[in-house]
């Protein structure tokens, strides 16, 4: 077993730390969050990591980024994830076709008139989540 990794906070950061808890912020970051202050008050990295569930090198992981970056290091850097293949353009010009145009679509044509004018292929159910997301179906348009 190497050097313990001890933490030592603030009376400041360990408040803001706290609040993270009850704040809008994802659960990643508040379980980040509490490893820190766990460690803070003296838990081993083998008990927080008992406590969650984690392996101890993810612990380990998180307790480094803390000491590197600070509050910033809870949060995920961008990049992560599938890109999406449409622009908000398309969306829009889809919107426009639904407002102008007399007919209604069902999503099926709505993913065709994407593809066919624009070149984006999406599934009809992707095109539906996107569009119910941004209220665009079932407001009356």
Same mark, same amino acid.
């Given at each position: ?13 360990d408040r803001i730390l706290?609040? #993270? ?7 990643? =970051? ?18 927080? /990591? /008992? ?17 590197k970056l600070g509050l910033?290091?809870?949060? *995920? ?10 622009? *908000? ?6 919107? *426009?076709? #639904?407002?102008? *145009? ?27 989540? =996107? ?11």
């Open positions: 077993m190497g050097a313990r990794l001890r933490i030592f906070l603030t009376r400041e950061q706290l609040n #993270l808890r009850t704040a809008d912020v994802p659960q990643k =970051v508040k379980d980040r969050a509490e490893v820190i202050r766990l460690n803070a008050h003296g838990w081993y990295v083998e008990k927080i /990591a /008992a406590h969650f569930n984690w392996t101890a090198q993810t612990v380990r992981e998180v307790l480094h980024k803390w000491q910033e290091g809870l949060w *995920e850097l961008p990049g992560r994830g599938g890109k999406a293949k449409w622009k *908000e353009q398309d969306i829009v010009f889809l919107e *426009e076709c #639904l407002k102008k *145009e007399p007919r209604t679509y069902n999503s099926h044509q709505l993913a065709q008139k994407l593809e066919s004018d624009r070149s984006i292929k999406l599934s009809p159910d992707r095109l539906r989540r =996107v569009l119910k997301k941004r209220g665009s179906i079932g407001n009356g348009l």
